[in-house]
């Protein structure tokens, strides 16, 4: 059974940055395909970056653009969320999920606080 683990959470203070961690493990994966996704209080649940499956592109939601990038270590079955010059905005629950940007498996989901 396909499983992802996400941790990394924490509390910053805004400009800060953080690096969130998701295990991939279970049935063998693509981990290219998995994708993160954010949920703020009171909020819909969103994509921030994830693979497109139609055309293959990578989605950025705008609001991450030039902030948040992606990494994947293949010996290791992880992807990396790394998060820099946090906004209060940030504020959120995060998950990885797979595949590309209309998953049916997620992990549980890590915190993210970002106050002044």
């Known amino acids: 059974q396909l499983q992802l683990v996400e941790s990394g959470g924490d509390s910053v203070q805004p400009g800060g940055s953080l690096r969130l961690t998701c295990a991939v493990s279970?049935?063998?994966?693509?981990?290219?395909?998995v994708g993160w996704f954010r949920q703020a209080p009171g909020k819909e649940r969103e994509g921030i970056i994830c693979?497109?499956?139609?055309?293959?592109?990578?989605y950025y939601a705008d609001s991450v653009k030039g902030r948040f990038t992606v990494a994947r270590d293949n010996a290791k079955n992880t992807v990396y969320l790394q998060m820099n010059a946090l906004k209060p905005e940030d504020t959120a629950d995060y998950y990885c999920?797979?595949?590309?940007?209309?998953?049916?498996?997620w992990g549980q989901g890590t915190r993210v606080t970002v106050w002044s």
């Open positions: 693979i497109n499956s139609r055309d293959g592109d990578i």
């Open positions: 279970g049935i063998p994966s693509d981990i290219y395909v």
């Open positions: 999920a797979t595949p590309y940007c209309d998953p049916d498996t």
